[in-house]
């Protein structure tokens, strides 16, 4: 599978995390494009929710880790460490060492937010 048509966000589903309240894992004949990206969903009426407003369901920071950003860095994310903020899906890093949401919790949401959008506007413009 070429590297434009590997899932993001680990083949789980952006529209599960608002309309579950969970991730749940999409499957390959539900998916579809959006901003370079290629997202599986569960359901044909997930797609169509997507397809509707790409915008509102797509993760936050191009899928990268949101307290990453907001340090000024960049991480990969566990998709299971999500939280919405705003309307926004937040994708985090966690592994052995690091909870970047519990992080990012302990910074408080409207504190790191504006750092994270300040970084990645920056990072996304050089």
Known sequence: MSK?????????????YFEA??????RAE???DHDGKHYLFTSAAQVATFRANPGKYAP????TCAFGHSIEKEFPVDPTSFKIVDGQLLLFLKNAEVDAKALWEK???AA??????????QAKHG
């Open 112 to 121: 790191c937010m504006v750092k994270a959008n300040k970084h990645f506007a």
């Open 107 to 109: 910074g408080g949401d």
């Open 4 to 16: 434009a048509h590997e899932p993001a966000i680990g083949g789980y589903s952006p529209v599960s």
């Open 60 to 63: 936050a920071f191009g899928g």
């Open 30 to 32: 539900f998916h579809a």
């Open 21 to 26: 309240n969970k991730p749940e894992q999409g």
